[in-house]
């Protein structure tokens, strides 16, 4: 006997499926289950059946196609990962959900996304790999089960985030990943399933599992057509950043330097990828395992499944790696979806279809209902061949490390391509996909063709209208080139700890929050004593930001172990860390993921003990009582670090080459932090 609920929730699942073109009779009492594979930075024509290269084989990815349909036109409207996928989930534009750069945004809990909507509508749902938004791995709305892991993770023996509880897994991450998937898949349910399958692979550093390590090792990657581009008529920021780099630390040191007029290229390496290939060849090896797990279980047929890309990625083409361009390596996308009772098997889908489409898709194949607040569109009618996108907005919002490059707005159609840069003085882009479809040749200058520029400016505007585009300051994280940042020279940060509280002392306002932890009396002061994990949380501030200038920070401490952070901001990309190794004082910074750790040499003892670390323009150096124990080579940071300065732990994405939080345990009787020069008595 089912309930009323179940029972209106079938009949609207019916309904649903009528509208797809899916008999009653078909649908009848069981609602199709979904299944949703997303892979990182797969381009769009990195599967075995594309044919490029032409010794790459796939043959379960290529399996999805020839039993479905291959979406030839698939698009993100950013090609960047957490914006991306927070489109994916939500059927939103980035402007609209606001998840602008990797990791440092969240979505709104109350965004409607299509697993939030199908566990409402009675569906079991779960969430198995990459979120990649936010700073922490725990669990999101719209899941019953969840497993992931912070940020991007790492290949081998990642820490996981199962339902809340925290562990490291031995093994290759995505073997992990399609072993836990395989796990949920087995189980005996009475309800529709929704599985959301994020995978960290192909992601930077290519890492293949072991079997594919050494695989095809006489097999190289074609010269693309238009690796040789030379942007002689390309915006002139592109030939500034492509010489001199794009990172704030570079874009602020070429200011003024001459640009080239245009780029040579070095001889092609066709060896220089493989392993992003390789990669792609593990991915494959678990789809395989999901689909025979759905196949056993007799619940292949009636499985949505999806597989796609949360964006494109160069290779080569214009000289280029990485993504984040409007040109087509960037923003196609591999797309397949199999269902036989929708699709003809070995179909393939020539309109146009977005990331933002596939929120909406999924809702309307389960028959329920679509929010108004989804801007993309079902797929279902591109399916029977009818025309869903005559256009579509691109976006991408700039990310603070990466000053080189700019806001970018473009509109695409089937035949054109524009492109503009709202908040620098350059030139356009205009390409004719139909006769230029590697975009060598940009237009935009060309008296011939200023009517189409024209044109599609004017369309441009109109979907910016559509989709309220909010005009004005741009969205994502300052400083945007122009803007300088305000600069707070001297103390920027004094927690004495004598006083009871954790208020800043400096003037500033930079005032911490205690997580736990408690004032205690040491001789004649009161101090903070730390133990099981408390820590001080110091958030974000105009005048706390270390990128960019020499950096000085102290704390006078008295350990109660041999290890443990006392002072640390940012996390795996860019930040530092003061903290206890065994009894010895370590100085670790993290620029652009690439670590410098310098000790001293004698352990501090159990006493109390002042210590200072500084980020000068000569390197790092580290203090005991205001004697120098340890330098290194480094720079400064080339941007203020994401994650907030914690005193006590290093929470979110670590700093250092410790293995997790590192928790300080024993007595701090102040923390400081000088921005600028400051000398060290």
């Not at 700073?135 to 339902?163: A, C, H, I, M, T």
């Not at 992601?203 to 390590?213: E, I, Q, R, S, W």
Request: proline content about 6%.
């Amino acid at each position: 006997m089912i309930t009323r609920r179940e029972f209106i929730s079938r009949g609207a699942a019916a309904a649903g499926l009528l509208a797809a073109g899916i008999s009653v009779g078909e649908a009848d009492e069981k609602r199709p289950n979904i299944l949703f594979i997303l892979t990182d930075d797969q381009r769009y024509d990195a599967m075995g059946f594309m044919g490029r290269p032409a010794w790459l084989k796939t043959p379960n990815i290529d399996r999805i196609a020839s039993e479905g349909a291959h979406f030839r036109n698939a698009f993100v409207t950013t090609s960047l990962c957490s914006p991306s996928r927070a489109s994916f989930l939500s059927g939103q534009y980035v402007h609209s959900h606001g998840v602008t750069t990797n990791e440092g945004f969240e979505l709104d809990p109350s965004t409607p996304t299509f697993p939030q909507v199908l566990q409402n509508a009675g569906y079991e749902t779960a969430f198995v790999g990459k979120w990649h938004q936010g700073r922490k791995s725990d669990p999101r709305p719209g899941f019953d089960y969840w497993l992931s892991f912070l940020g991007q993770g790492v290949y081998d023996d990642p820490k996981l985030n199962e339902n809340g509880r925290e562990f490291v897994a031995k093994g290759y991450m995505t073997d992990l990943l399609t072993d836990y998937a395989v796990k949920w898949l087995k189980q005996d349910r009475d309800k529709p399933f929704c599985m959301m399958l994020s995978h960290k692979a192909v992601h930077g550093p290519f890492t293949p599992p072991a079997k594919y390590k050494d695989a095809l090792p006489n097999a190289e990657i074609p010269e693309p057509a238009s690796y040789k581009d030379t942007y002689e008529d390309k915006p002139e920021w592109m030939r500034r950043a492509f010489t001199f780099g794009m990172r704030r630390e570079q874009w602020v040191a070429n200011e003024g330097m001459p640009i080239p007029k245009k780029l040579e290229r070095k001889p092609w390496n066709g060896k220089g990828m493989m392993d992003y290939y390789r990669t792609i060849m593990g991915i494959d090896d678990g789809v395989g395992q999901v689909l025979d797990t759905l196949e056993s279980t007799g619940q292949l047929d009636n499985t949505v499944i999806v597989f796609a890309g949360d964006n494109g990625y160069f290779i080569g083409e214009h000289g280029l790696g990485d993504k984040r361009l409007i040109y087509e390596e960037s923003i196609r996308i591999p797309f397949l979806m199999r269902y036989p009772k929708l699709i003809k098997a070995g179909s393939k889908v020539d309109e146009t279809v977005l990331n933002i489409d596939l929120a909406p898709t999924l809702i309307e194949l389960a028959g329920a209902k679509i929010p108004d607040t989804m801007q993309g569109k079902s797929m279902v009618p591109a399916i029977k061949g009818k025309t869903t996108h005559e256009s579509f907005l691109y976006e991408y919002f700039r990310e603070g490390w990466l000053a080189g490059l700019p806001l970018m707005l473009g509109v695409r159609t089937n035949e054109w391509k524009y492109c503009t840069y709202p908040d620098i003085k350059d030139i356009d882009e205009l390409y004719d996909l139909k006769n230029d479809p590697i975009e060598m040749h940009n237009l935009s200058q060309a008296p011939a063709y200023a009517g189409k520029v024209k044109e599609m400016k004017t369309e441009l505007e109109r979907i910016k209208k559509e989709t309220a585009y909010p005009e004005g300051k741009q969205l994502g994280e300052p400083p945007v080139i122009g803007e300088k940042i305000e600069r707070v020279l001297g103390e920027v940060l004094f927690l004495d700890f004598s006083t009871g509280t954790a208020n800043d002392q400096s003037g500033c306002g930079n005032s911490g929050f205690l997580h736990g932890g408690q004032m205690v009396e040491d001789g004649d002061k009161t101090v903070l004593k730390l133990e099981k994990g408390d820590f001080v949380n110091v958030p974000h501030s105009n005048n706390l930001y270390a990128g960019l200038v020499p950096w000085t920070i102290e704390a006078r401490v008295k350990a109660e172990s041999p290890n443990g952070v006392i002072m640390a901001q940012g996390g795996e990309s860019n930040g530092y860390s003061l903290h206890l190794r065994d009894c010895i004082p370590t100085f670790a910074v993290r620029i652009e993921e690439a670590l410098t750790e310098i000790a001293g040499k004698d352990p501090i003892g159990d006493g109390w003990v002042r210590l200072t670390a500084a980020i000068t323009k000569d390197g790092a150096k580290l203090y005991v009582d205001g004697k120098l124990v340890a330098s290194g080579n480094v720079g400064l940071l080339p941007v203020n670090p994401v994650e907030d300065l914690q005193i006590g732990r290093d929470t979110g994405t670590l700093v250092g080459s410790y293995k997790d939080a590192n928790p300080f345990t024993g007595l701090v009787e102040y923390a400081r932090i000088w921005a600028g020069e400051h000398k060290v008595e």
